[in-house]
């Protein structure tokens, strides 16, 4: 590995093999990876929330998952990506407090999973591997040059997707 690069929260960042990319702390917010398994091109995006629409003002494309997905793939594209082989992995959306009532606005992890699930089966992406919900943050590593993805977590065992 030459570099790892990190993506921020309601960010996003593309790399080639052998760089790596890395995102931390993800409670409610979902990771996404796309990987074009050929030219070894990796791309994440850290996105908090489900759905643009619902948001006045929307610059950060990154921070949804229906506007993130989208510019992630364009950022992949310019750098060799073939969009017809990504193929996705995805973690996180977990549900990071107990609440008694199950609104929306409580659900966010799980309607972050949703949307990204929608938006990636409109798109024609496979999600290869995942590794969500439950109520543990997760820090996640992708690795292009053999396209694995660690999943760290306070007290649980590492998990290799």
């Known amino acids: 590995m030459n570099e790892m ?20 702390g993800l409670g409610s917010c979902v990771g996404i990876i796309l990987y074009d398994p050929v030219k070894r091109i990796a791309g994440m995006v850290h996105v908090m929330l489900p759905d643009s629409t619902k948001i ?19 950022r992949m594209v310019e750098i060799g990506a073939d969009r017809r082989l990504l ?13 008694s009532n199950n609104s929306d606005m409580m659900r966010i992890g799980e309607r972050n999973v949703e949307a990204t699930k929608l938006k990636l089966g ?19 590593e992708f690795y ?9 977590s306070v007290g649980k065992e590492r998990k290799i997707l």
Request: charged letters at 20%.
């Open 122 to 140: 409109q798109l024609g992406i496979s999600i290869r591997a995942e590794d969500t919900g439950a109520n543990y943050g997760r820090t996640i």
């Open 87 to 99: 193929i996705a992995k995805i973690a996180g959306g977990a549900q990071m407090f107990a609440f």
């Open 56 to 74: 006045l003002n929307n610059e950060n494309k990154a921070k949804f998952a229906d506007t993130g997905i989208d510019l992630l793939i364009k």
């Open 5 to 24: 690069i990190k993506v921020g929260m309601a960010d996003l960042n593309v790399c080639v093999s052998p760089n790596a990319l890395t995102t931390l």
């Open 144 to 152: 292009p040059e053999n396209g694995s993805l660690l999943i760290k």
